[in-house]
Structure formats: C-alpha cells, structure tokens
C-alpha cells in the first residue's frame, strides 16, 4: 500500500494533526457556549419579565 515509510508517517501525522483540530474545536465550542446560553436566558428573563409588567399594567387599565 505504501510504497516508502515517509508516506505512511505523512499519512499518520496528517490524521493525527485533523484529530486534534477537531478536539480542540470541539473543546473551544464548549467552553464558548455556556455564557452564550446564558446570555440568551439572561434576554429571555428580561423579556418575561417585560411582558408580566405589560400585562400588569393592561389589567390594571381594564380595571379603570
């Protein structure tokens, strides 16, 4: 299959070099991701939150 030890070793250090990338991809999304989510909750709580106060202030209006 190989015809010289240099192409196999370049093969080898090619796959090992893609593995690693891949590793260190998925490990720097990791770490990356959790503050992403909790920006997105901190955005979903404040809109919540708004919405309540909306509402609030329509019953309250209704009431009138």
């Given at each position: 299959?190989?015809?010289n030890?240099?192409?196999?070793h370049?093969?080898g250090?090619?796959?090992?070099?893609?593995?690693?990338?891949?590793a260190?991809?998925?490990?720097?999304?990791?770490a990356?991701?959790?503050?992403?989510?909790?920006?997105i909750?901190?955005?979903?709580h404040?809109?919540?939150?708004?919405?309540?106060?909306?509402?609030?202030?329509?019953?309250?209006?209704?009431?009138?």
């Amino acid at each position: 299959m190989c015809d010289n030890s240099y192409s196999c070793h370049g093969t080898g250090v090619f796959l090992m070099g893609a593995v690693a990338g891949m590793a260190a991809g998925a490990a720097l999304s990791a770490a990356i991701a959790p503050s992403s989510t909790r920006q997105i909750k901190r955005a979903a709580h404040k809109a919540a939150k708004r919405v309540n106060e909306a509402v609030d202030h329509l019953a309250e209006a209704m009431d009138m």
